[in-house]
């Protein structure tokens, strides 16, 4: 398998990837209850974020490509993503344009997971750590290609590289996700409780970290890492991506 720096071109796959994979999290379902309804909406949107996701200096999206055929044919369509935040911004510089007037989603359902996941990662992770961790936000491989080990060689890119730099890996799981995670060496650090007030219905959600234990020659300044490290290796990243 291949895992490689996603680029604009695999845009298309990777949100096919998506809309195919994430409605087998609970989550996808009490945010985007109306996607049948309305799959351009849908569709659109997620290829928006991911968009998004692509033109930000300080993400890195890694895709792996789907194997070739015996035949020597296939598409080599990426059939796996992972979204990394190598050095936060603020959150509210994080939404994406374009989505304002979705009809798939359910908006007071997405407000109070914006707003638990927004507090949950202020209280378990930034107030902790600040900028020294590396956050993975997105982590999805199709169904046609589950349980082929896509999404632990996913995690771990992400975790060498936090350990490279002496950083911890944070991540919100699924409960689909919080198994992988659990048996690559995250622990929780606490449930997230995503409700409505006045609704019944809710989401439990899983703040994990991993970390090494060890410490690398990197130096904190003023206990925090120095990200003039991942920029510059993000600039090698994006020279190289293309390659296996």
Known sequence: MQLRQATPDDLEAMTEVMVSAFPMDPQWDYRFPLRQEYPKDHWQCTRVMLSGFLRRDHFVVNVIVAPESEDGGGSRNAVSLAVWELQYEEAGELCLPGCDERRDANPAHMKAFDGALSAAKQQYFDSVYGDRQVHLWILGTHPQYQRHGFGTKQCVWGMEFAKAHAAPVTVFSS????????????????????????EEEKLTIGAMIYEDGRRSSHKYVGGVLGWKHCRLLLSLLRGVGSHP
């Open 175 to 198: 409960p689909m996700g919080g198994a992988l995670y659990a048996s690559l060496g995250f622990r929780t650090l606490g449930q997230v409780v995503v409700q409505v007030e006045g």
